[in-house]
């Protein structure tokens, strides 16, 4: 019984890895073979010379992905047969209960860090240098990084401190954890926005006047109130663009990068149009309300096997923060099963806002015409596996995107 559930818990772990990396080499395969097409739709704005470099952006990618993954799969065996049974012992005699627990986070965390940061830097100097996207320096990286491990500090040392305090108090804790990531999750959504995206970019005021009083009237006839409209410099690190509404009440944003000032104004309201019909839709407490209901299972299962690893002691360890960590790595293998569901809430969601970006601006044309430049500057996959699409993507692809809005148009023109 004890030795089966043993490797039922490798097999899921290493399970979840193998799909995953097999799922991304046959996307791959299907996406850069010599049969793959340029879809018809793309046709216009897509050179064969773009669709090459795609290709080649995809394979490096991938490339990168999976010799990343297979070594994080490495690194959870590690910690399973050896690394959290030693932490455990080392940390026995070191301090209250708590202190135990942020020193064993703290260290999972810095080892998950360090083995992380090469592929990050691998990724931004070589991979993204090389398509000519990175606008980093190493210096903007370095500082970055400390910035980011700061607040790792300061936002995880008393949100552990606080679960494990729970995890040592009861046995069925699962409702007290979703309480507290409820809370850490509307707290947050204040404060990223005011305090913790600004400690990575600056904010400025539009200055192209013309283009903020168009912006003003879609906002006025979309009916959501926006106090504030930025332009952020993105362009410190990437060249890719985008643009997000984030916020609530007197501190709700409208931001748009850099980057995409580059579109004519008929298309950066047409994105503008996509983020607003989000709103609009009510998606965001929509897809919150979603991620609580997720995340209160995935913590009432954890709780299930926490007891069970506990009680049968199957791994040699006793204090919460290890059994915690155990059974985390194992129902966090379990819910990438259910990513699907997910992204398919997602997709559906991305369809509405199409929808009403083309219904506000009165012509899908705008929107259509912004999707292919994306497509075309960004190098984004033009021929993702059907397959990897349900699984993996939170947008529909492109080309499902632009038909959809095609099919709008027509619609708009006959009738
Ligand atoms: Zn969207």
Same mark, same amino acid.
């Given at each position: 019984?004890?030795?089966?559930?043993?490797?039922?818990?490798?097999?899921?772990?290493? %399970?979840?890895?193998? =799909?995953?990396?097999?799922?991304?080499?046959?996307? $791959?395969?299907?996406?850069?073979?010599?049969?793959?097409?340029?879809?018809?739709?793309?046709?216009?704005?897509? #050179?064969?010379?773009?669709?090459?470099?795609?290709?080649?952006?995809?394979?490096?990618?991938?490339?990168?992905?999976?010799?990343?993954k297979i070594t994080s799969l490495i690194l959870t065996l590690v910690y399973v047969f050896?690394?959290?049974?030693?932490?455990?012992?080392? +940390?026995? #005699?070191?301090?209250?209960?708590?202190?135990?627990?942020?020193?064993?986070?703290?260290?999972?965390? %810095? *080892?998950?860090?360090?083995?992380?940061?090469?592929?990050?830097? @691998?990724?931004?100097?070589? *991979?993204?240098?090389?398509?000519?996207?990175?606008?980093?320096?190493?210096?903007?990286?370095?500082?970055?990084?400390?910035?980011?491990?700061?607040?790792?500090?300061?936002?995880?040392?008393?949100?552990?401190?606080?679960?494990?305090? +729970?995890?040592?108090?009861?046995?069925? =804790?699962? =409702?007290?954890? #979703?309480?507290?990531?409820?809370?850490?999750? +509307?707290?947050?959504?204040?404060?990223?926005?005011?305090?913790?995206?600004?400690?990575?970019? &600056?904010?400025?005021?539009?200055?192209?006047?013309?283009? &903020?009083?168009?912006?003003?009237?879609?906002?006025?006839?979309?009916?959501?109130?926006?106090?504030?409209?930025?332009?952020?410099?993105?362009?410190?690190?990437?060249?890719?663009?985008?643009?997000?509404?984030?916020?609530?009440?007197?501190?709700?944003?409208?931001?748009?990068?850099?980057?995409?000032?580059?579109?004519?104004?008929?298309?950066?309201?047409? !994105?503008?149009?996509?983020?607003?019909?989000?709103?609009?839709?009510?998606?965001?407490?929509?897809?919150? +309300?979603?991620?609580?209901?997720? *995340?209160?299972?995935?913590?009432? !299962?954890?709780?299930?096997?926490?007891?069970?690893?506990?009680?049968?002691? !199957?791994?040699?360890?006793?204090?919460? @923060?290890?059994?915690?960590? @155990?059974s985390f790595l194992f129902v966090s293998s379990l819910v990438f099963f259910l990513e699907p569901i997910l992204n398919y809430l997602s997709r559906k969601m991305?369809?509405?806002?199409?929808?009403?970006?083309?219904?506000?601006?009165?012509?899908?044309?705008?929107?259509? #015409?912004? /999707?292919?430049?994306?497509?075309?500057?960004?190098?984004?996959?033009?021929?993702? $596996?059907? /397959?990897?699409?349900? =699984?993996?993507?939170?947008?529909?692809?492109?080309?499902?995107?632009?038909?959809?809005?095609?099919?709008?148009?027509? !619609?708009?023109?006959?009738?």
């Amino acid at each position: 019984m004890l030795n089966s559930f043993v490797l039922l818990f490798i097999a899921v772990i290493v %399970l979840k890895v193998l =799909w995953d990396i097999t799922l991304d080499l046959i996307n $791959m395969r299907y996406s850069t073979s010599p049969n793959a097409k340029i879809p018809d739709v793309l046709k216009d704005k897509i #050179s064969e010379e773009d669709f090459e470099k795609a290709k080649r952006y995809l394979k490096d990618r991938v490339t990168l992905g999976v010799i990343m993954k297979i070594t994080s799969l490495i690194l959870t065996l590690v910690y399973v047969f050896f690394l959290f049974p030693f932490l455990e012992k080392v +940390l026995e #005699s070191k301090g209250s209960f708590i202190v135990q627990s942020l020193l064993f986070f703290g260290i999972y965390a %810095l *080892i998950d860090y360090l083995v992380e940061l090469p592929f990050k830097v @691998y990724s931004i100097f070589v *991979i993204e240098q090389k398509y000519g996207f990175n606008t980093t320096t190493p210096k903007l990286f370095v500082r970055d990084q400390i910035i980011g491990i700061i607040l790792g500090v300061i936002i995880g040392v008393p949100i552990i401190s606080i679960m494990m305090w +729970l995890l040592n108090k009861f046995t069925v =804790w699962w =409702w007290q954890l #979703s309480i507290l990531s409820t809370a850490f999750l +509307l707290f947050f959504m204040i404060i990223q926005p005011l305090v913790i995206a600004p400690l990575f970019y &600056k904010f400025s005021e539009l200055d192209d006047e013309e283009l &903020k009083s168009k912006l003003r009237a879609l906002l006025d006839k979309s009916g959501v109130k926006v106090p504030h409209i930025y332009k952020m410099d993105a362009s410190k690190r990437t060249k890719k663009q985008n643009a997000y509404l984030t916020g609530i009440g007197k501190s709700r944003r409208l931001v748009l990068f850099d980057t995409i000032l580059s579109y004519n104004h008929d298309e950066v309201l047409s !994105i503008v149009g996509h983020e607003l019909g989000h709103h609009v839709k009510k998606h965001i407490p929509k897809l919150l +309300l979603i991620d609580i209901v997720f *995340i209160s299972f995935v913590l009432y !299962i954890t709780n299930v096997v926490y007891r069970f690893i506990l009680e049968t002691r !199957i791994f040699g360890v006793s204090q919460p @923060y290890t059994v915690f960590a @155990y059974s985390f790595l194992f129902v966090s293998s379990l819910v990438f099963f259910l990513e699907p569901i997910l992204n398919y809430l997602s997709r559906k969601m991305e369809y509405e806002a199409d929808e009403y970006s083309a219904k506000l601006l009165g012509t899908p044309e705008p929107l259509i #015409s912004s /999707l292919k430049r994306l497509v075309k500057e960004n190098l984004s996959n033009p021929n993702p $596996m059907p /397959l990897y699409k349900v =699984w993996h993507y939170n947008h529909p692809a492109p080309e499902e995107r632009i038909k959809r809005l095609m099919e709008m148009g027509v !619609i708009d023109r006959d009738g």
